[in-house]
């Protein structure tokens, strides 16, 4: 069984830089996509992007600018690093494993337990 | 982006009643040439991140009650359960995955009656 577990700061200064890292375990990171997805408090979900095994990567539009996600394959663990972060980066933010479709898009089969993240000075 | 649009957005059903929640997007989500809907159902009980019930629109994933059902196509769907047992409160969000960036239904917040 696959299990994720996210890690990093729970507290992010305003202008600063997010980072998180995912671990795996149970399951090699090899040969699949792998996502981060926020959720901000009493709101819905958002794809934030993945990257793939190989080192791919696809970003959502909207957060393009801002982020990058990268992997360890000798840790077995990807990361999240958003940049000049403000109080709407306010978010529960989950690890998942992505299945993606012949088009590139993800779903998502297994997520970590999630971690919140305050943006605040 | 398309827009999933999920209804009603809280619900109380009594235990052993059916539960039927609604999704609809604001295109259609049916791929012609595979006449597969790229549509998944997620379920998040309190305190935990959300678990996938049924991809492909109407296909359950392993160990997932076989009272949960998925329906529908194109543009309209919606996730039947059955007979509502205690444990299945929690909040329901619908995704598309036709279309970058996938997105998410707003949430139908499941409760007994």
């Known amino acids: 069984q696959v299990q994720l577990q996210e890690s990093g700061p729970g507290l992010v200064k305003p202008s600063e830089t997010l980072s998180l890292t995912c671990s795996v375990s149970?399951?090699?990171?090899?040969?699949?996509?792998w996502s981060w997805i926020r959720q901000p408090p009493g709101k819905g979900l958002e794809w934030i992007g993945y990257?793939?095994?190989?080192?791919?990567?696809n970003y959502n539009p909207s957060l393009k600018s801002r982020v990058t996600i990268s992997l360890d394959t000798s840790k077995n663990q990807f990361s999240l690093k958003l940049s000049s972060v403000t109080a709407a980066d306010t978010a529960m933010y989950y690890c998942?494993?992505?299945?993606?479709?012949?088009?590139?898009?993800?779903?998502?089969?297994?997520w970590g337990q999630g971690t919140l993240v305050t943006v605040s000075s | 982006d398309i827009v999933m649009t999920q209804s009603p957005d809280s619900l109380a059903v009594s235990l052993g009643e059916r539960a039927t929640i609604n999704c609809k997007s604001s295109?259609?989500?049916?791929?012609?040439?595979?006449?597969?809907?790229?549509l998944a159902w997620y379920q998040q009980k309190p305190g935990q991140p959300p678990k996938l019930l049924i991809d492909?629109?109407?296909t359950r994933e392993s160990g997932v009650p076989d009272r949960f059902t998925g329906s529908g196509s194109g543009t309209d769907f919606t996730l039947t359960i059955s007979t509502l047992q205690a444990e299945d409160v929690a909040v329901y969000f619908c995704?598309?995955?036709?279309?970058?960036?996938?997105?998410f239904g707003q949430g139908t917040k499941l409760e007994i009656k």
């Open positions: 998942a494993r992505s299945q993606v479709v012949p088009a590139g898009i993800p779903y998502f089969d297994y």
């Open positions: 149970g399951g090699s990171i090899s040969n699949y996509y």
């Open positions: 990257v793939h095994y190989n080192g791919n990567t």
């Open positions: 295109r259609s989500v049916l791929y012609s040439s595979n006449e597969k809907n790229y």
């Open positions: 492909w629109s109407s």
């Open positions: 995704q598309q995955y036709y279309s970058t960036p996938p997105t």
